[in-house]
């Protein structure tokens, strides 16, 4: 059987995995979700990042 290394399928639904990993401080985060919108998961999981790490990580930062 054919395996796509990030596509997780179970019974449930498939898993699609995105995550970050922050160079300046070797710090890696991931966010599991079910969207098949590749592009709006990524902004999402981006958005998500930086509202609960990022922002806290980079107090100069104005912004994303």
């Known amino acids: 059987m054919p395996v796509n290394i ?3 399928v179970s019974e ?3 898993a ?3 995550g970050v990993y922050d160079v300046e401080r070797n710090v890696g ?3 599991v979700g079910q969207d098949h919108e590749t ?3 990524a902004v999402e999981s ?3 990042w930086w509202r ?3 922002v806290v990580a ?3 930062a104005d912004q994303l």
Request: hydrophobic share 40%; net charge negative.
């Open 12 to 14: 449930e639904g498939k």
């Open 52 to 54: 609960g790490d990022g």
């Open 58 to 60: 980079y107090l100069d």
């Open 6 to 8: 990030h596509d997780f």
């Open 39 to 41: 592009a709006a998961f």
């Open 16 to 18: 699609i995995p995105y």
């Open 29 to 31: 985060w991931a966010n």
């Open 46 to 48: 981006l958005r998500r």
